[in-house]
């Protein structure tokens, strides 16, 4: 008898005590004359696992409003590259989750104490609407400093470039984080036939004294936690990082 079918084995499931999340995504902007938003799967899969294990989850933007997922992510796009997310082609069929996409919470109108963590998703546009969004910045500092989870993904953790503590030290100084890397970012470029973006988070964040970004090959599955910040590497990381958090909400 082969030896795997003398294995026996149960698993139950782990009783969460319910938690507020505010998943934050970007407005939309114009890259190279298209409209861009944010990636699909970045936000809907750690939305579902979030939901799942009881926790409420709050959609929100820095403007507020009316959002848009990236049309290369989008399910929905004819022949296009993730027709088979059967997560986020669920969510905006859903009654009411996609209808939150057509009114989002603006930051402004957010109390960081409602809440025990944030997510932020990447996308196209973060790149080009986070880099300046002072409001924003302020927003993941205080949920850092506030004891909360700070969860960045792919082109959201972004955002470690510039969120500064109010001490005037860099959220990312003396952390180990990821997020979209250079060999990603060419990988794009390449599919795409130009180059996309002005910058990239991993060349920029070897500017960094005192902050380590760390990651693994193209579209490796990759998330670190490092403490209460929480950071994964593209959206195939979604899955990963969101069970991070899901185990950081079970301690603090």
Known sequence: ???SDLKVETRIGIQHK????????????????????????????????????????DLASPKGGQVMLDTHSDPRTPNGAYA???ITLGFVNHSKFGSMLNNTLAIRDVSVDDYDAVWVAGGGAPLL???????????IADFYEKGKIVTLICHGSSLLL?????????????????????????????AFGMTLNEYTIESEA???????????????????????????????????????????????
């Open 162 to 190: 510039w969120t500064k503590l109010s001490n005037g030290q860099l959220l990312a100084e003396g952390k180990k984080w990821t997020g979209f890397t250079d060999e990603e970012e060419e990988d794009v470029n390449a």
């Open 84 to 86: 088979d997310d059967l």
């Open 129 to 139: 609407t986070f880099h300046d969004d002072l409001a924003l910045h302020k927003l």
């Open 206 to 252: 070897a500017k960094i004294p005192g902050t380590r970004f760390i990651c693994r090959g193209l579209n490796e599955p990759f998330a670190v936690r490092d403490g209460r910040l929480i950071t994964g590497q593209q959206q195939y990381s979604s899955g990963l990082t969101a069970q991070l958090v899901l185990e950081a909400l079970q301690e603090y």
């Open 18 to 57: 319910p938690r507020r999340i505010l998943s934050i995504v970007s407005n939309t902007a114009e890259l190279k004359g298209f409209p861009v938003g944010f990636f699909g799967e970045e936000m809907t899969r750690a939305f579902l696992m979030f939901i799942e294990a009881g926790h409420q989850v």
């Open 1 to 3: 008898m082969p030896a």
